[in-house]
């Protein structure tokens, strides 16, 4: 489970109610050791209505397994509210033993000292989970000074799905996806596509506002990395990225591009989406259940961002980190759990059947495979393999990226240029960083 709709944007309702039922049998803090010698494991995460099922599945699966643990799961119904009690939690030494972390959170954690340094632990015997087995390019600023206070329980590369029949509704008869695996999928054809989308009366491209958009704009046009080696944020010095970032702004302002956080009540972004209103929408594999349960998904399919040649580049990956409280008083029963929750198995049971995200661990890819859906499926496992998680330099710094982010709706919203809103980012950065 990582990023967008499926983990910030977590609405209340059905979400909401399965939160009390299932947090209904678990207090706060963690889990200990009954006289029998049996343990309790408690853990924490957010998500969707869905997903809290499939996590429930899972730890039923798992106690079965293990008769001698006790999985109890306390959800948080929104993402938002979720890091700031799991920090106090932590600090009053009554959090879970294993929980979920955000890309964008990590940072404030690992410094806190409150989480258990797992790199021993994953090369051990007992271990379903060898370092060696997860995608590098995942870890992120979960990994410090070589040791791993997280580990990416799944991943989200932000492709561009696409509904063919809203495309042909413009005139577009060329297919993404096949211009991709012709090396024909350039800036200049997708911007084209957004042209007739826009003169047919239709949205062009949707997004969410958070870094994986507006760096893998950056990175997919081949503009240098917003962040230098020292962490010092550089973007705003870049004429090329000043400029790209400039076409953002101007064609959300032009109502090409869509920032899908300010679509007003109601008028949801898989809403606009499964309606023909948009024609491309950047998030996750989550999209297959929503365009499946709209009844349009036979003709969606998935792209990557298009580059200026025609050829792929890394973009964006969303995660989200589990990782193990220090303080746990069932540390074996808890990696136990952990370790089988991030293993290969433990994935394909968690994505298979319609799944909302691709794996971070060698071994499970054929779930994102499964049913050859969508047709090019295959695009968000190569996307994976060379894409990149938000740069460390931002993702350490307690809630930098979701301040970035405010900077950018300005932009969006017509309040200031690229320059201006780069200037602030920049002024932000240092601000908090001293780089």
């Known amino acids: 489970m ?23 049998c678990s207090g706060g803090g963690g889990g200990g050791v009954a006289d029998d010698g049996s343990a309790t494991v408690v853990w924490s995460t957010w998500g969707t209505a869905d997903e809290l099922k499939r996590f429930d599945a899972f730890n039923k699966e798992f106690m079965e397994r293990h008769p001698e643990i006790t999985v109890k799961m306390q959800p948080v119904a ?13 600090a009053a030494n009554k959090a879970p033993d294993v929980f979920y972390i955000g890309d964008d959170q990590i940072g404030q954690f ?28 995942l870890f992120g600023a979960a990994e410090k000074d070589g040791e791993y206070y997280g580990v990416p329980n799944d991943s989200n590369p932000d492709a561009l799905w696409y509904d063919k029949a809203t495309l042909e509704a413009a005139g577009i008869t060329e ?14 054809k997708f911007l084209e596509m957004n042209d ?16 994986a958009t507006h760096w893998s704009w950056l990175s997919s046009q081949g503009a ?33 591009f869509i920032v899908a956080d300010t679509l007003p009540d109601g008028a949801g972004a898989d809403s606009v989406f499964v309606t023909g209103k948009a024609g491309f929408f950047i998030q996750g594999r ?62 394909l049971s968690r ?3 319609d799944g909302n995200a691709v794996p971070s661990i060698a071994g499970a890819d054929e779930v994102v495979l499964e049913d050859d859906y969508p047709m090019h499926a295959q695009t968000m496992l190569d996307m994976r393999d060379i894409g990149f998680v938000d740069y460390a330099a931002e993702a350490e710094v307690p809630n930098l990226p979701t301040d970035i982010a405010a900077i950018f709706l300005k932009l969006y919203e017509g309040k200031q240029d690229a320059q201006a809103t780069l200037d602030e980012v920049a002024d932000l950065v240092a601000e908090k960083t001293g780089e």
């Open 286 to 347: 989550y999209t297959i259940s929503a365009v499946k349960e709209a009844g349009t998904a036979d003709n969606v399919d998935v792209v990557r961002w298009p580059t200026p040649d025609g050829a792929e580049a890394p973009t964006g990956v969303a995660v989200s980190y589990l990782a193990i409280n220090s303080g746990t008083k069932v540390k074996d029963a808890a990696f136990t759990f952990w370790t089988e929750f991030l293993s290969a198995e433990g994935q």
């Open 2 to 24: 990582a990023r967008v709709k499926a983990t910030r944007y977590l609405a209340a309702g059905a979400a909401g109610a399965l939160v009390l039922g299932l947090a209904a």
């Open 196 to 211: 007739k989308l826009a003169a047919a009366g239709i949205g062009g491209t949707m997004f969410w506002n958070y870094w």
């Open 175 to 188: 297919d993404p996806a096949t211009l991709a695996e012709n090396g024909e999928w350039t800036t200049e």
């Open 110 to 137: 690992i410094d806190s000292g409150r989480l258990m340094p797992v790199k021993e632990l994953m090369e051990s015997g007992d271990s379903k989970t060898a370092t060696d087995d997860f995608f590098p390019g």
């Open 351 to 353: 994505l298979s059947g």
């Open 78 to 90: 929104g993402y938002g509210d979720y890091h700031p009690k799991l920090l106090a939690q932590l």
């Open 224 to 256: 240098a990395a917003p962040y230098d080696e020292s962490g010092a944020f550089v973007a705003h010095e870049d004429a090329e990225s000043v400029e790209l970032i400039q076409e953002l702004g101007d064609r959300v302002q032009d109502g090409q």
